[in-house]
């Protein structure tokens, strides 16, 4: 067993992880031996990817279709893994509104709010009582260098990620205690296909998938949150720390303003 399975193993939930980053992180806990859940509404795409991991890394994979944005999957997914060691949570979902706050559907602010907040909550309070019992576990959350500041054409999304780095902040203090570690990753651009929906540009500091899963996963234990990517971690010094609030907002203005300019869904 890798020193990190021991810490933050034997089994590890994925919320989100049918591609992208959350696929990376699945991928990135194969190979560090820890055992999955892999949790998304697709579920031939987890499938597919537990068969590859299986496969290459002989971990043990189980996979949940659940809507994260949907009534009682909380309950559904302690079924799904009551016989289960869990030691990591990783909360990994997310859907982006892009437009204008007033042209966006109110249905989609709303459920985005579900997935984004309201359902990270639920996670943790449902699966963190077990790890803080067993003294030892980890949890890592998704934030992004959006939720830094204000962030036009995805207001309500920024918003959300300010809330999952925040609340980051908070449990890694309160859990320290336990034996459980917590870490936000606050990414700058991924190229996956969530991201390649709202736009075929490429930005600056743009990292691969794999690369900011395997940062995030070292960064455990080592503080509250991660910004992986030396241009990123200069640019959210930047935003935080150096510009004015409203020049930091007309930046990512600028950073945003083709987004939604990408292939249709
Ligand atoms: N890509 C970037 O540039 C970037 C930058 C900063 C931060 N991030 C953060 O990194 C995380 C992953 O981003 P990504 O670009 O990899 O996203 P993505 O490509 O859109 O993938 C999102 C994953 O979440 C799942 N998901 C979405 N809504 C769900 C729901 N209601 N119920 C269950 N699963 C759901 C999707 O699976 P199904 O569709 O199969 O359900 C998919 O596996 C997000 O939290 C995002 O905010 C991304």
Same mark, same amino acid.
């Given at each position: 067993?890798?020193?990190?399975?021991?810490?933050?193993?034997?089994?590890?939930?994925?919320?989100? %992880?049918?591609?992208?980053?959350?696929?990376?992180? %699945?991928?990135?806990?194969?190979?560090?031996?820890?055992?999955?859940?892999?949790?998304?509404?697709?579920?031939?795409?987890?499938?597919?990817?537990?068969?590859? /991991?299986?496969?290459?890394?002989?971990?043990?994979?189980?996979?949940?279709?659940?809507?994260?944005?949907?009534?009682?999957?909380?309950?559904? @997914?302690?079924?799904?893994?009551?016989?289960?060691?869990?030691?990591?949570?990783?909360?990994?979902?997310?859907?982006? &509104?892009?437009?204008?706050? +007033?042209? +966006?559907?109110?249905?989609?602010?709303?459920?985005?709010?579900?997935?984004?907040?309201?359902? &990270?909550? *639920?996670?943790?309070?449902?699966? @963190?009582?077990?790890?803080?019992? !067993?003294?030892?576990?980890?949890?890592? @959350?998704?934030?992004?260098?959006?939720? /830094?500041?204000?962030?036009? *054409?995805?207001?309500?999304?920024?918003?959300?990620?300010?809330?999952?780095?925040?609340?980051?902040?908070?449990?890694?203090?309160?859990? !320290?205690?336990?034996?459980?570690?917590?870490?936000?990753?606050?990414?700058? %651009?991924?190229?996956?296909?969530?991201?390649?929906?709202?736009?075929?540009?490429?930005?600056?500091?743009? @990292?691969?998938?794999?690369?900011?899963?395997?940062?995030?996963?070292?960064?455990?234990?080592?503080?509250?949150?991660?910004?992986?990517?030396? /241009?990123?971690?200069?640019?959210?010094?930047?935003?935080?720390?150096?510009?004015?609030?409203?020049?930091?907002? *007309?930046?990512?203005?600028?950073?945003?303003?083709?987004?939604?300019?990408?292939?249709?869904?």
């Amino acid at each position: 067993m890798t020193d990190f399975a021991e810490r933050y193993g034997p089994w590890a939930v994925v919320a989100g %992880a049918s591609e992208g980053l959350g696929a990376s992180f %699945a991928a990135g806990l194969a190979r560090r031996g820890v055992h999955l859940v892999l949790v998304a509404r697709r579920m031939p795409l987890l499938l597919r990817l537990a068969d590859g /991991l299986r496969s290459e890394h002989g971990v043990e994979v189980r996979c949940v279709a659940l809507d994260l944005g949907d009534g009682a999957w909380p309950e559904a @997914l302690r079924e799904a893994t009551a016989d289960v060691d869990l030691g990591l949570l990783v909360y990994n979902a997310a859907m982006v &509104p892009v437009g204008r706050f +007033v042209d +966006v559907e109110g249905d989609a602010l709303e459920r985005s709010v579900r997935v984004n907040v309201l359902a &990270p909550v *639920r996670f943790l309070r449902a699966f @963190l009582p077990t790890l803080c019992a !067993r003294g030892r576990g980890g949890v890592v @959350l998704m934030s992004s260098l959006s939720g /830094l500041q204000g962030t036009p *054409r995805v207001a309500t999304y920024a918003a959300a990620k300010a809330f999952n780095a925040i609340l980051a902040e908070g449990l890694w203090h309160e859990l !320290r205690g336990d034996g459980v570690d917590v870490v936000a990753c606050s990414a700058g %651009a991924v190229p996956t296909p969530g991201y390649r929906r709202s736009t075929d540009r490429d930005a600056p500091g743009m @990292l691969a998938p794999d690369v900011v899963a395997n940062r995030t996963l070292e960064a455990l234990g080592r503080g509250p949150g991660v910004v992986p990517g030396a /241009l990123n971690r200069f640019m959210a010094q930047v935003l935080r720390r150096v510009l004015p609030r409203r020049t930091a907002i *007309r930046l990512m203005a600028a950073n945003t303003r083709h987004l939604g300019d990408g292939p249709p869904p």
